[in-house]
């Protein structure tokens, strides 16, 4: 997957291509490629604020480029997941 920095990422949803070149949204969607995580892992790997990492998830999920789900053993934690496919990346 693309680093941040001045690369651009395409991406296949189901509902077409997405283009992405925000590093933190890049970081994000680089780090869930490894599986399912939650709100708190996202925040701490990225070294964001919540606040910040809330609008780029919510973001991401209006372009179907993730999902989330409620956690089994905790229904107050939100898990994410990649909904998406990266497909090439660009500088």
Do not use: W
Not at 45 to 61: E, M, P, R
């Amino acid at each position: 997957m693309a680093r941040a920095g001045n690369h651009t990422a395409l991406f296949s949803t189901n509902h077409g291509f997405i283009a992405l070149n925000g590093p933190v949204k890049l970081k994000i969607l680089d780090f869930l490629k490894t599986g399912s995580k939650s709100f708190d892992e996202i925040v701490k790997h990225t070294g964001k604020a919540k606040s910040t990492i809330s609008v780029h998830i919510a973001d991401l999920k209006s372009c179907d480029l993730l999902k989330e789900h409620i956690d089994e053993n905790d229904k107050r934690k939100k898990i994410y997941l990649l909904n998406s496919q990266y497909l090439a990346s660009s500088q």
